[in-house]
């Protein structure tokens, strides 16, 4: 159906189009390949958590864009729509859905701990541990659900 590849190029377009947002980004946080004039900021962890958290902010609303033009597809017919998300059942496509979980959960926890600031402003002071411990809750969290994300994309991969 030319609506379902409509569909799916739309996602694959925003998906490429995200990414390419994203390193742009941290392209420009790095300066590489150009000077620029002013103060670099070096704030370490701060720095980093900041620009993470801009980053997964981007890539989730990309995906929940993407996520209704897709489900728009049930109005047209099942058909439509199981054209549709034939693409998301794609072995390939599986490392993209592990980024969106690690997008997730890193907006998710990072937002918690800027509400944790807000709410006990005296928190700030340990900003740095409270960065570490997102970073190892993160990891715990986000290591066995891509283990088994992955592990299953393996095994319906040609390479398996």
């Known amino acids: 159906m030319l ?3 409509a569909i799916e190029a739309f996602v694959i377009v925003l998906t490429i ?5 994203v390193f742009w ?7 590489i390949g150009r000077a620029k004039e002013g103060k670099l900021y070096r704030g370490g962890i701060g720095q980093w958590s900041w620009a993470f958290h801009r980053v997964t902010g981007i890539l989730v609303f ?3 864009v993407g996520h209704i033009v897709d489900t728009y597809a049930v109005g047209f017919g099942p ?3 199981n054209e549709t998300i034939s693409l998301y059942k794609q072995w390939w496509f599986k490392p993209i859905e592990v980024a969106l979980v690690a997008a997730v959960l890193y907006h998710a926890l990072n937002g918690v701990r800027v509400i944790l600031f807000d709410f ?3 928190l700030a002071l340990r900003q740095k541990a409270f960065a570490y411990g ?7 969290g986000f290591a066995p659900a891509a283990f088994f ?3 299953s994309a393996y095994e319906h991969s040609p390479f398996s």
């Open 3 to 5: 609506a379902a590849r």
């Open 17 to 21: 189009g995200s990414g390419i947002f």
């Open 79 to 81: 058909e439509l729509y």
């Open 149 to 151: 994300m992955l592990r």
């Open 134 to 140: 997102q970073l190892v809750l993160f990891v715990g």
């Open 62 to 64: 990309a995906f929940l």
């Open 120 to 122: 006990w402003p005296n």
């Open 25 to 31: 980004i941290l392209l420009g946080l790095l300066r």
